[in-house]
């Protein structure tokens, strides 16, 4: 599973809050990645970080945020959130291995619900 | 940018028959590589199984092979003796040559019927 944890599983939260989600890995991946995954869209790229502090946006980068201080760690933010921003968010490393290796691996998912 | 197709939304299968997944993919790039994944009711996304364009032989594990037609720009994955585990959705996938980035189709649900 490439030690991929994410937290939390699930949240309900309200028009307006902030929400951060949380991606913990633990093999020391460079490249870790956001994804929103939608009924009838697939997984859309939302950010992603080739190192730390290193991050760059996605195809669906608007109203959120990440940052990223230590390897293991990637935050995903929401500023105020809003009801399009109701998801599943996936978090997945880009495999180490030298030349060839392009996969990724994905954590569990995070369900969020905005009302 | 770099598109990806799954154009079969839903299919349904008998246990033990073969299946095939379609999908097609825009590209500019001369190396790349295709992905096929899986999400069961779980949710857990997993890697099936993965194909390098510079490759010519497809790629086969297990009863999982795909069907990579570089000039038609087409990567089907065909599923063997079909199995009630193997209902999920399948996504396809493609990197953007040098980039570090995946671009995935909308996915395809798969069922496996008794």
């Known amino acids: 599973d490439a030690g991929i944890t994410q937290s939390p599983r699930h949240k309900v939260t309200e028009t307006g809050t902030p929400v951060t989600l949380r991606c913990h890995q633990t093999e020391n991946h460079r490249y870790m990645y956001w994804y929103r995954q939608d009924p009838g869209h697939g997984l859309r790229l939302i950010h992603y970080s080739y190192g730390v502090k290193d991050t760059d946006k996605g195809e669906v980068s608007d109203g959120y945020s990440v940052s990223r201080s230590k390897t293991e760690d990637f935050l995903l933010t929401l500023e105020s959130a809003t009801s399009s921003q109701t998801s599943v968010y996936f978090c997945a490393i880009r495999a180490s291995g030298g030349y060839g290796v392009r996969e990724q691996y994905f954590g569990p998912g995070t369900r969020l619900t905005v009302t | 940018a770099q598109t990806v197709t799954q154009s079969q939304p839903e299919m349904s299968v008998q246990e033990a028959e073969t299946v095939t997944l379609s999908c097609t993919y825009d590209t500019s790039e001369s190396n790349y590589y295709l992905f096929w994944y899986k999400q069961p009711p779980s949710r857990q996304m997993i890697l099936v199984i993965r194909?390098?364009?510079?490759?010519?032989q497809n790629a086969t594990e297990n009863r999982f092979s795909v069907n990579f037609q570089k000039a038609a720009k087409s990567f089907s994955l065909k599923i063997s003796d079909s199995q009630l585990g193997d209902t999920a959705m399948y996504f396809c996938a493609a990197d953007q040559g040098g980039s570090e980035k995946l671009v995935f189709g909308k996915g395809m649900k798969l069922t496996v019927n008794p």
């Open positions: 194909q390098e364009a510079y490759k010519q």
